[in-house]
């Protein structure tokens, strides 16, 4: 809902906060190794969360303890998301596998692996019926899961980040030759090119607006780059810091956004802009 936002890192926790008020919540403790990615559920009842102690956790955000534990992968948990239910947790991992986790279930073992990739899995997205892959082997992979078909698109350098078009017709794809990509969902078609931000080394997220006019991407020179959309002229420029920009997400309605580095979060947002509701 645009109220909370999940930060997680390199001391082995995730922290649920208020990002309007910059107050910090609540310390989530269970991880070995550095937490690499964070996911609420639909309803904020419950965090997911992948890492390099190659675990995937479902916990619970109230009393913040660890629900369930899933191991499985053979390496380090890129990525995770819930589907929208939040009944089934799906993970990428550098062992280049997606595995899907029943949340309701207490076996241990996926319910499903999906291994067509050809080296790690950098990032993951659902849709209502699809899940979305981008892996360090160049290409975009996109699980139907209604027909049983996967589509796949080679980009050729490895990829970084992928998303969904808010209107659900397109895919945007982030990487390491400092390009994002749109390309249609169903044909593969290239529709767009977006250069100007440097990714090289690092994984980078790219983003679409609320409302789809423009697209954003995460940059090691300390900067957030936007730009149009359609016409594919660069938009806006955001310094942010020195160091590498990491990771960014966007307000779910509302022209507001979360930028991630070393150790700190900073929101943007127009001067207009008001929080809706109060959570705390």
Same mark, same amino acid.
């Given at each position: 809902?645009?109220?909370?936002?999940?930060?997680?890192?390199?001391?082995?926790?995730?922290?649920?906060?208020?990002?309007?008020?910059?107050?910090?919540?609540?310390?989530?403790?269970? !991880?070995?190794?550095?937490?690499?990615?964070?996911?609420?559920?639909?309803?904020?009842?419950?965090?997911?969360?992948?890492?390099?102690?190659?675990?995937?956790?479902?916990?619970?955000?109230?009393?913040?303890?660890?629900?369930?534990?899933?191991?499985? !992968?053979?390496?380090?948990?890129?990525?995770?998301?819930?589907n929208g239910e939040a009944t089934v947790i799906v993970s990428g991992?550098?062992?280049?596998?997606?595995?899907?986790?029943?949340?309701?279930?207490?076996?241990p073992d996926p319910i499903q692996v999906l291994d067509e990739a050809?080296?790690?899995?950098?990032?993951?997205?659902?849709?209502?019926?699809?899940?979305?892959?981008?892996?360090?082997?160049?290409?975009?992979?996109?699980?139907?899961?209604?027909?049983? !078909?996967?589509?796949?698109?080679?980009i050729g350098s490895p990829i970084t980040s992928v998303c969904f078009?808010?209107?659900?017709?397109?895919?945007?794809?982030?990487?390491?030759?400092?390009?994002?990509?749109?390309?249609?969902?169903?044909?593969?078609?290239?529709?767009?090119?977006?250069?100007?931000?440097?990714?090289?080394?690092?994984?980078?997220?790219?983003?679409?607006?609320?409302?789809?006019?423009?697209?954003?991407?995460?940059?090691?020179?300390?900067?957030?780059?936007?730009?149009?959309?359609?016409?594919?002229?660069?938009?806006?420029?955001?310094?942010?810091?020195?160091?590498?920009?990491?990771?960014?997400?966007? !307000?779910?309605?509302?022209?507001?956004?979360?930028?991630?580095?070393?150790?700190?979060?900073?929101?943007?947002?127009?001067?207009?802009?008001?929080?809706?509701?109060?959570?705390?």
């Amino acid at each position: 809902d645009g109220n909370y936002c999940l930060t997680c890192g390199s001391d082995k926790t995730l922290k649920l906060w208020n990002p309007h008020k910059g107050t910090a919540l609540r310390t989530y403790q269970g !991880h070995g190794y550095e937490v690499l990615d964070a996911a609420g559920s639909f309803d904020n009842s419950q965090i997911c969360s992948g890492g390099a102690d190659k675990a995937v956790a479902l916990w619970d955000v109230t009393t913040g303890q660890v629900v369930r534990k899933y191991r499985g !992968h053979a390496g380090k948990v890129n990525c995770v998301q819930f589907n929208g239910e939040a009944t089934v947790i799906v993970s990428g991992s550098i062992d280049s596998t997606v595995r899907c986790w029943d949340c309701r279930s207490r076996r241990p073992d996926p319910i499903q692996v999906l291994d067509e990739a050809k080296d790690g899995i950098s990032s993951v997205k659902l849709s209502a019926h699809e899940i979305l892959t981008g892996s360090v082997d160049g290409r975009v992979r996109r699980y139907d899961l209604r027909t049983g !078909h996967l589509f796949s698109d080679y980009i050729g350098s490895p990829i970084t980040s992928v998303c969904f078009s808010k209107d659900g017709q397109c895919v945007l794809a982030a990487s390491l030759d400092s390009t994002l990509r749109l390309l249609d969902k169903d044909t593969g078609e290239l529709l767009g090119e977006y250069t100007g931000h440097r990714s090289t080394t690092y994984r980078l997220d790219c983003v679409l607006s609320e409302q789809d006019t423009h697209v954003g991407c995460a940059s090691e020179d300390g900067h957030v780059y936007f730009w149009d959309l359609v016409e594919g002229s660069l938009a806006l420029s955001l310094p942010v810091g020195q160091g590498v920009v990491q990771s960014l997400a966007f !307000h779910p309605r509302l022209p507001c956004l979360l930028v991630a580095t070393q150790g700190e979060v900073t929101l943007w947002r127009e001067d207009t802009f008001q929080p809706e509701g109060d959570p705390d």
